[in-house]
């Protein structure tokens, strides 16, 4: 058998869970569909799971339904909902950007004690720049700076975080429609994301770490 | 012949066609096709509809037959009569007392059948009450499953957390005279819930915290975690506690 997949017997055997229980959150979207694993087994089909995922995902139901209704769950675990609250200490366990880049916003920002989808955004995109190794720590608070000021107007609309580079001094830039974009030959690109591209890659590595 | 009651009535008597929009009462006496979406508060088709797209309403009512061609939702639903749906359909509560066709997936809070239901995927409520016949060629999930068998039915799979399925003790005239009464049970490949009682039923695999098995069960596998009761009158091939 698969090493990766539970059985639906093992796991309610392991996280203490009933039937009920099981097809209720699955009625409520908590456990996504495809998680349902159908496999032929002596006694006829059964239905696995992927085991690690699945284990994470009850253990955080189960802590968190005292405090919250299911539907209020549903929101938290669905990563369309972009409502999501994460405590600093899980953001930075799980890898999601390095912890310096959580320190120069703090510097800048003050204590973050939990962190708003908004603020995972700014973090991630200024983690992202850094990265790309064209941008400094006092450079990269240009950008925070530039995305918490202009970034909520832009609502809905496509954009991307440019950052530009000349004669050793950046300018920040958040543009919209950026698909023709020309720079003087002393310019030079530093930094050129798609925010948009950039918030699937950011709501999947939330996702994958079980928020 | 259509009129057009007050602003924002739709009444549809005799034998027409119309386009689709957005009312706030919809009424179809006669004969009555509507080509396009429908939004209302309220829509009632007394006589012979075809909906050729979507309806969203709060109040539904359908005492005649109905054809809706897309999804459905609408937040409380009686049907009396005959109705296809060939799209999803979502609500709050729903009532069938009649035949009711659906080509997709059904969810909401309560179902209440009495009468004959066809489901060809997953119905997904928190209670179901079902008296009559039905086939879900899908999973039925809900919290609460009341069966009660007066016809051959069937379904692929049931989970929740109390299922029962009784044979009818009390006949209801107008149901039986409705369904074919030759066989009066359930056919299904698995049913788990933390409680679950049969009657009447022919199950591959039954799993459950507290399982009853009643007269008339065939059933091939049981697991079981707390306890297990099986009638004279069941066969039970194979059953494990875990």
Same mark, same amino acid.
């Given at each position: 058998m698969?090493?990766?997949?539970?059985?639906?017997?093992?796991?309610?055997?392991?996280?203490?869970? %009933?039937?009920? +229980?099981? #097809?209720?959150?699955?009625?409520?979207? =908590?456990?996504?569909?495809?998680?349902? @694993?159908?496999?032929?087994?002596?006694?006829?089909?059964?239905?696995?799971?992927?085991?690690?995922?699945?284990?994470?995902?009850?253990?955080? $139901?189960?802590e &968190?339904?005292?405090?919250?209704?299911?539907?209020?769950?549903?929101?938290?675990?669905?990563?369309?909902?972009?409502? @999501?609250?994460?405590?600093?200490?899980?953001?930075?366990?799980?890898?999601?950007?390095?912890?310096?880049?959580v320190?120069?916003?703090?510097?800048?920002?003050g204590? =973050?004690?939990?962190?708003?989808?908004?603020?995972?955004?700014?973090? #991630?995109?200024?983690?992202?720049? =850094?990265? %790309?190794?064209?941008?400094?720590?006092?450079?990269?608070? +240009?950008?925070?700076?530039t995305?918490? !000021?202009?970034f909520?107007? &832009?609502?809905?609309?496509?954009?991307?975080?440019?950052?530009?580079?000349?004669?050793?001094?950046?300018?920040? &830039?958040?543009?919209?429609?950026? !698909?023709?974009?020309?720079?003087?030959?002393? %310019?030079?690109?530093?930094?050129? &994301?798609?925010?948009e591209t950039?918030?699937?890659?950011?709501?999947?590595?939330?996702?994958?770490?079980?928020? | 012949?259509?009129?057009?009651?007050?602003?924002?009535?739709?009444?549809?008597?005799?034998?027409?066609?119309?386009?689709?929009?957005?009312?706030?009462?919809? *009424?179809?006496?006669g004969n009555?096709? $509507?080509?396009?979406?429908?939004?209302?508060?309220?829509?009632?088709?007394?006589?012979? *509809?075809?909906?050729?797209?979507?309806?969203?309403?709060? #109040?539904?009512?359908?005492?005649?037959?109905?054809?809706? +061609?897309?999804?459905?939702?609408?937040?409380?639903?009686? $049907?009396?009569?005959?109705?296809?749906?060939?799209?999803?359909?979502?609500?709050?509560?729903?009532?069938?007392?009649?035949?009711?066709?659906?080509?997709?997936?059904?969810?909401?809070?309560?179902?209440?059948?009495?009468?004959?239901?066809?489901?060809?995927?997953?119905?997904e409520?928190?209670? *179901?009450?079902f008296?009559?016949?039905?086939?879900?060629?899908g999973?039925?999930?809900?919290?609460?499953?009341?069966?009660?068998?007066?016809?051959?039915?069937?379904?692929?799979?049931?989970?929740?957390?109390?299922? %029962?399925?009784?044979?009818?003790?009390?006949?209801?005239?107008?149901?039986?005279?409705?369904?074919?009464?030759?066989?009066?049970?359930?056919?299904?490949?698995?049913?788990?819930g933390?409680?679950?009682?049969?009657?009447?039923t022919?199950?591959?695999?039954?799993r459950?915290?507290?399982?009853?098995?009643?007269?008339?069960?065939?059933?091939?596998? $049981?697991? #079981?975690s707390?306890? =297990? +009761?099986?009638?004279?009158? *069941?066969?039970?091939?194979?059953?494990?506690?875990?």
């Amino acid at each position: 058998m698969d090493e990766g997949l539970i059985s639906k017997k093992d796991l309610l055997e392991q996280t203490d869970i %009933t039937y009920g +229980q099981l #097809y209720r959150w699955k009625r409520k979207k =908590l456990i996504p569909d495809d998680w349902f @694993i159908r496999k032929s087994t002596f006694t006829g089909q059964e239905t696995f799971f992927p085991k690690e995922k699945m284990i994470e995902r009850i253990n955080r $139901i189960k802590e &968190l339904k005292d405090h919250l209704s299911l539907d209020e769950l549903a929101n938290a675990l669905s990563p369309k909902k972009k409502d @999501i609250k994460i405590s600093k200490k899980d953001f930075i366990e799980r890898n999601i950007v390095s912890s310096n880049a959580v320190t120069i916003f703090e510097e800048q920002f003050g204590e =973050l004690d939990t962190i708003t989808f908004q603020t995972s955004l700014y973090l #991630y995109l200024f983690d992202k720049s =850094l990265e %790309t190794g064209e941008v400094g720590w006092e450079e990269g608070k +240009q950008i925070i700076q530039t995305l918490h !000021d202009h970034f909520p107007k &832009l609502e809905e609309k496509r954009a991307s975080l440019v950052v530009l580079r000349k004669m050793g001094v950046v300018t920040v &830039l958040l543009v919209t429609n950026p !698909d023709d974009l020309y720079v003087d030959e002393k %310019t030079k690109v530093a930094v050129l &994301l798609d925010i948009e591209t950039e918030l699937d890659k950011l709501l999947n590595s939330l996702v994958t770490g079980g928020f | 012949m259509m009129t057009r009651e007050t602003k924002g009535d739709l009444v549809l008597s005799g034998n027409s066609e119309t386009r689709g929009g957005s009312f706030i009462k919809v *009424a179809i006496n006669g004969n009555g096709t $509507i080509n396009g979406d429908v939004e209302c508060k309220d829509f009632e088709c007394n006589g012979s *509809a075809k909906i050729d797209g979507d309806i969203t309403s709060q #109040y539904t009512v359908i005492n005649g037959s109905t054809n809706i +061609q897309g999804n459905f939702s609408s937040d409380e639903i009686n $049907i009396h009569g005959d109705s296809t749906i060939e799209g999803n359909t979502l609500f709050r509560s729903m009532e069938i007392k009649g035949h009711t066709r659906l080509k997709q997936f059904l969810k909401g809070d309560d179902i209440f059948l009495e009468g004959i239901l066809k489901i060809a995927g997953d119905c997904e409520v928190e209670k *179901a009450e079902f008296n009559g016949a039905f086939t879900i060629d899908g999973l039925l999930n809900a919290d609460q499953v009341a069966i009660t068998l007066h016809g051959k039915s069937s379904v692929k799979e049931i989970g929740g957390e109390m299922i %029962t399925v009784k044979r009818n003790r009390y006949p209801i005239l107008h149901l039986d005279k409705l369904i074919k009464t030759l066989s009066k049970e359930l056919h299904a490949n698995l049913i788990e819930g933390d409680v679950v009682k049969l009657e009447y039923t022919k199950a591959k695999v039954v799993r459950g915290n507290t399982v009853e098995i009643g007269p008339g069960c065939e059933v091939e596998y $049981i697991e #079981y975690s707390s306890n =297990l +009761q099986v009638s004279e009158k *069941a066969v039970v091939d194979k059953y494990k506690k875990l």
